[in-house]
Nanobody, 120 residues
Framework: QVQLVESGGGLVQAGGSLRLSCAAS????????MGWYRQAPGKERELVAA???????RYAESVKGRFTISRDNANNTLYLQMNSLEPEDTAMYYC??????????????WGQGTQVTVSS
């Protein structure tokens, strides 16, 4: 059974940094694309960043230059380094695994989420 467990969220002031981690278990994920999504209150869930099986990355325009996604395939762990955080980044952040090596699909698995709150 696939499990995704996020950690690293918290409360930070604007301009600060956080690093999210996602520990994946129940499979080998090197061949799958993985990603981070977020959902703010009253808004739809949106893609933040994703990385495919060839280490190609994509980012939402709103986080380009501030966030960096990375993966450690040996340890089945996905990361999201978030710098220069803004109050608009406040949301629940979710880790996701795609059904293939491409991120051009709907994720097959989701974590429970970790809350990020950025104060102004």
């Amino acid at each position: 059974q696939v499990q995704l467990v996020e950690s690293g969220g918290g409360l930070v002031q604007a301009g600060g940094s956080l690093r999210l981690s996602c520990a994946a278990s129940g499979g080998m994920f090197a061949i799958n694309a993985m990603g981070w999504y977020r959902q703010a209150p009253g808004k739809e869930r949106e893609l933040v960043a994703a990385v495919n099986s060839n280490q190609k990355m994509r980012y939402a325009e709103s986080v380009k230059g501030r966030f960096t996604i990375s993966r450690d395939n040996a340890n089945n762990t996905l990361y999201l380094q978030m710098n220069s955080l803004e109050p608009e980044d406040t949301a629940m952040y979710y880790c996701a695994v795609y059904p293939t090596g491409s991120y051009h699909y709907t994720p097959a698995y989701w974590g429970q989420g970790t809350q990020v709150t950025v104060s102004s």
